[in-house]
């Protein structure tokens, strides 16, 4: 066990520091424009078996693997037409491309699938660490498994922070969700295995054609994505979600309640809301920050307000279902 991390504030010497860890095999946790990742040498054994221990996360669920720019992350898979026009519309951003792999991407990272899961991020860090390293980086989302994922550098302290060599601090995370995760395999029915902040509509037009949605199969096995269980995202909190618009209601005592927007007529100190007027991208950033805040706060059950299930709301709807499946 390592002692408390550091968390490094954005320098060019903090850069290279993480630079130097990660060179050496060692987890960092770093900030994307989705989520924090806990980053490992994606061609390092030695480094992603370590990603997997300390997640607590089983060999058979793939990772993401990330990349500093398109036509290197296209060198370990094989892409076509469709996930190059994504690539040049959507990279660097929160689009995670899933495309047969090709030899040079290691077994351990894929899980042994013959698919691999690519993405370019966005965050200025990020990159720059990306760039810096001229490696490929394997990252997860940095929270033991089947928790939230963490949107600030506390989270990954309170959590994993022990277990892992540095926190590079980006501040809060753009998004708040993890990306969409789509299957471009079959470039004529691309499938969404994971609802995030790029819509489907948003590929269907770059496309020209419709996209499909993965059904939750509830079961864990290397050909399902862990984004996929049922329950995942889940705080230890209970949850209870109620429909969009219906936040007339009587709290008991242990109960908070979480509403899309600022009440104005309902007044206690047990009411918490993701935005103040409703804008999705707010909702979106907020959701696993709150999560986690509260579920430090000892309350018996939470009661949140679901979204209006269109667009960004269809990826946050997702996250609160598999918060609250038991
Ligand atoms: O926003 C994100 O995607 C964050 C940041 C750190 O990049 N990462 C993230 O990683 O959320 P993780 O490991 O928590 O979720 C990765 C998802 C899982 O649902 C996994 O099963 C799926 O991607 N995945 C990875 N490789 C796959 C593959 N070859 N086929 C299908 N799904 C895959
Ligand atoms: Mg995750």
């Not at 040498?41 to 793939?62: M, Q, T, Y």
């Not at 792999?101 to 899980?111: F, S, Y």
């Not at 991208?281 to 000892?298: G, H, I, P, T, V």
Request: charge should be negative; charged fraction near 20%; glycine fraction near 6%.
């Amino acid at each position: 066990m390592n002692p408390a991390p550091h968390i490094l504030e954005g320098s060019e010497s903090a850069l290279e520091e993480c630079a130097e860890l990660l060179r050496r095999d060692q987890l960092v946790a770093v900030p994307t424009e989705t989520v924090y990742g806990l980053a490992g040498n994606a061609l390092s054994e030695c480094a992603v078996r370590k990603i997997f221990e300390v997640k607590g996360r089983p060999l058979i669920d793939p990772l993401i693997t990330h990349f500093k720019d398109a036509s290197t992350a296209f060198s370990y898979v094989h892409a076509n037409a469709a996930a190059e026009k994504l690539a040049s519309h959507f990279w660097p951003g929160p689009l995670t491309m899933v495309l047969e792999k090709l030899p040079i991407m290691p077994d351990l990272v894929t899980a042994g699938l013959k698919s691999a899961a690519i993405r370019v991020p966005r965050q200025p860090l990020m990159r720059a660490l990306l760039q810096k390293l001229d490696l490929p980086l394997a990252a997860p989302s940095a929270n033991p498994f089947g928790y939230v994922s963490p949107t600030r550098p506390e989270h990954v302290a309170s959590t994993l922070g022990t277990k892992i060599a540095a926190i590079l601090d980006g501040g809060i995370c753009e998004h708040g969700l993890e990306s969409t995760v789509l299957d471009l395999r079959f470039p004529d029915r691309p499938t969404i295995l994971r609802p995030g902040p790029i819509c489907s509509s948003e590929i269907e037009s770059m496309l020209g054609c419709s996209v499909h949605k993965a059904e939750a199969t509830g079961q864990n096995t290397a050909q399902t994505s862990p984004g996929q269980l049922s329950k995942h995202y889940s705080p230890s909190t209970k949850i209870r979600i109620v429909e969009h618009g219906r936040t007339d209601i009587s709290l008991s005592e242990g109960e908070a309640l979480v509403t899309n927007r600022k009440p104005t007529t309902i007044r206690s100190e047990h009411v918490y809301w993701l935005s103040e007027d409703g804008n999705p991208a707010d909702m979106s950033r907020s959701l696993f920050d709150l999560l986690q805040k509260l579920d430090r706060m000892n309350y018996e059950s939470l009661i949140i307000e679901a979204v209006p299930e269109e667009g960004l709301g269809i990826a946050i709807n997702d996250r609160l279902r598999r918060a609250a499946a038991s």
